[in-house]
């Protein structure tokens, strides 16, 4: 059994920061990408950024140079700091990790989502 918990998801107003966090827990042997999602009402599921388990990172054009994804593998956790928000990035933010459980299966997970909101 796999879990991933997101929190540190809120209200702010615009130009104010949250950082995310994740959390994944369970059997787990390994774990590869981890990223962020989010959708806002009426549109798809989108990337925000990922990360390697080497620390190579990727972000949606929205938000580079604003959004810094990073993560502590000890921990199995993933972090996103969110600077200069805008209300555009409102929506409800998704975790989601590819990983090997115990004892070696590997397949995407997904975090229950946390919402953001920003607004004056």
């Known amino acids: 059994q796999v879990q991933l918990v997101e929190s540190g998801g809120g209200l702010v107003q615009p130009g104010g920061s949250l950082r995310l966090s994740c959390v994944a827990s369970?059997?787990?042997?390994?774990?590869?990408?981890m990223g962020w999602y989010r959708q806002a009402p009426g549109k798809q599921r989108e990337l925000v950024a990922a990360i390697t388990s080497g620390g190579s990172t990727k972000y949606a054009d929205s938000v580079k140079g604003r959004f810094t994804i990073s993560r502590d593998n000890a921990k199995n956790t993933v972090y996103l700091q969110m600077n200069s928000l805008k209300p555009e990035d409102t929506a409800v933010y998704y975790c989601?990790?590819?990983?090997?459980?115990?004892?070696?299966?590997?397949?995407?997970?997904w975090g229950q989502g946390t919402q953001v909101t920003v607004s004056p």
């Open positions: 369970g059997s787990i042997r390994s774990i590869y990408n």
């Open positions: 989601n990790a590819d990983l090997v459980t115990i004892p070696s299966t590997r397949r995407g997970y």
